[in-house]
């Protein structure tokens, strides 16, 4: 049973191995506890990486060790368990994701709104 509440989320993240160079791939979910990525290739467990996520503000970083790896389709999921910073340095860090993820939502919601959407300055009022 997973003690932590994961949020969803599509953000590119960049990941290295202690002697592997960075490798792009997609942060799933996250929590305080860890995270999940899709990537391409299989990572063994028990490696610990770092996990670097481009921020607007700065870039942050968190270090973990693989708790399990399966191939999914063409892709590789990992799940990565927290092993560095504070409970509450981890509790920021979802935050300032979930954050970013929100800012990019509302971001393509104003690129492409909805035809239903009764706040588009595109159709009249009534």
Known sequence: MRTFIRQPTRLPVEITA?????????????GVGGFCCKT?????????????????????????????????????????????ANPESRLQL??????????RRLGRRQRNPSPGNTDSPTKPAH
């Open 40 to 84: 391409d290739h299989t990572i063994p467990k028990g490696t610990t990486i770092g996990l670097s996520i481009p921020s607007r503000d700065q870039r942050l970083h968190a270090q973990g060790k693989v708790s399990w790896c399966r191939r999914k389709g063409d892709d590789v999921r990992i799940g990565v368990q927290f092993i560095s």
């Open 94 to 103: 979802v935050e300032r994701i979930c954050d970013i993820e929100r800012q």
């Open 18 to 30: 202690v002697d592997d160079p960075i490798e792009s791939c997609q942060l799933l979910d996250i």
